[in-house]
């Protein structure tokens, strides 16, 4: 079975300070994980993927996260918070032979001036 | 592509009432889901389709809620009778076959009084 725990439900961060949003994973098979963000009254869209190729994944609007197999971890990193960044993030896993997403309860990131 | 289409975005009904939720998926794709969300219990996927045919219904809470899906372009989700418990904000979800990501709608804010 998969499942996702995300440290910290709310975080929060200056304009211009480092983004670190934290995910663990738990999987009996090679995993694939995603990092999706959900602004107000919208649906999820999807930030960044991995699927076995490097570890290191570059997602769009500077994010990007890192697949550590032995700290079971895919945290979500940006060098430089923008106020545009304010929203709801979630981890996901599915395992390689099904198409399910197991998402995680979600991070409310707030970005102050 | 305009994306997943997702009608009401908004529905207020009583308790008792019938409730119909539609999706179109994105053109082409052969897998569609259906998600719930609320703050209690986060994002809950209740049921997915490939290629029409429903694959995983374990997430449906109970008899009341059905989900059908007549043809590659349209999916409903129907609630029977609603409940105020049923309260929540509802997302369709498609993807294409081993693309790994799901493209997901706008939502429906379901309230029931």
């Known amino acids: 079975a998969q499942s996702v725990t995300q440290l910290g439900s709310h975080v929060s961060v200056s304009e211009g300070a480092l983004v670190l949003l934290r995910c663990n994973y738990s999987s009996s098979v090679p995993p694939y994980l995603f990092w999706y963000v959900q602004y107000p009254n919208q649906g999820l869209q999807l930030l960044l993927k991995?699927?076995?190729?490097?570890?290191l994944v570059k997602g769009i609007n500077g994010f990007e996260a890192e697949f550590k197999k032995s700290e079971t971890s895919f945290h979500l990193t940006k060098p430089s918070a923008h106020m545009s960044d304010a929203a709801e993030y979630f981890c996901a896993v599915s395992a390689r032979n099904t198409d399910k997403l197991i998402f995680g309860t979600g991070t409310r990131l707030q970005v102050f001036p | 592509d305009a994306g997943v289409i997702q009608s009401p975005r908004h529905e207020v009904t009583e308790m008792g009432q019938e409730v119909t939720l539609r999706c179109k998926p994105i053109s082409g794709h052969d897998y569609l889901f259906w998600y719930r969300q609320t703050m209690m219990r986060g994002l809950e996927l209740l049921i997915y389709f490939n290629n029409n045919v429903p694959i995983d219904d374990s997430g449906m809470p109970e008899d009341r809620f059905s989900a059908k899906m007549p043809n590659a372009s349209f999916s409903t989700l129907k609630i029977q009778p609603s409940e105020p418990r049923d309260s929540a904000v509802y997302f369709c979800?498609?993807?294409?076959?081993?693309?790994?990501?799901?493209?997901f709608g706008p939502g429906t804010r379901l309230t029931v009084l």
């Open positions: 979800a498609s993807s294409g076959l081993a693309e790994y990501t799901q493209y």
């Open positions: 991995y699927t076995s190729a490097a570890t």
